[in-house]
């Protein structure tokens, strides 16, 4: 699976898991597959990555400004595919005044914006 997606049951937060599954040479990420988690690490600091999540982070500005949903945490991650393991995106949101979990409304909003970034950035 290439989005991951979970819910806090006690906050009203969600963390997002975006895979990268395809090479994306417009990031210099042509290889997106290592035998070991370590492997994964320059992939993360190279600076086509950082462009990447500066992409990211300019796509969730733009579709949260007018929103309940704030950015918590944008980051990379070390993500495990069968057996290997790929660079992605680590992604908390936050919905802004609520009070426990969060809404339905919320959480469909979070999955849309989760596809909008795969389909958008082509990252699978």
Request: with cysteine; glycine share 4%.
């Amino acid at each position: 699976m290439t989005i991951k997606i979970a819910y806090d049951k006690t906050a009203p937060t969600s963390s997002v898991e975006l895979m990268i599954t395809k090479p994306l040479p417009d990031y210099d990420l042509e290889d997106t597959e290592a035998p070991i988690p370590r492997d994964v690490d320059p992939m993360l600091a190279s600076q086509g990555f950082k462009d990447l999540l500066d992409e990211v982070r300019t796509i969730l500005d733009r579709d949260l400004s007018s929103g309940t949903l704030e950015i918590a945490q944008l980051t990379g991650a070390i993500c495990h595919d069968k057996e290997v393991y790929r660079p992605g995106i680590w992604l908390v949101l936050r919905e802004r005044s609520a009070n426990g979990e969060m809404s339905v409304t919320a959480r469909k909003r979070v999955a849309s914006i989760a596809e909008t970034l795969r389909h958008d950035l082509q990252l699978s």
